[in-house]
């Protein structure tokens, strides 16, 4: 046996699915997926609206 060939053989890729097959169940989920994302996007932007009040922290006192 030569070098070449010892250790692991590396596993076969497995072959792609076809995206273009979509069942009902998938299309759904990606509008749940979608909806979810903008509903995300939505709170973000109604968040950082406060403006420096929300990225205050805790202050500390100059006396010890």
Do not use: N, V, Y
């Not at 070098?3 to 509008?31: I, N, T, V, Y």
């Amino acid at each position: 046996m030569s070098g070449r060939e010892g250790g692991k053989k590396k596993p076969l890729k497995a072959p792609k699915k076809e995206s273009g097959e979509l069942d009902e169940e998938d299309m759904a989920f990606k509008q749940k997926q979608k909806e979810q994302q903008k509903a995300l996007e939505a709170a973000k932007q109604k968040a950082t609206k406060g403006g420096p009040l929300l990225q205050g922290g805790i202050k500390k006192s100059g006396k010890k």
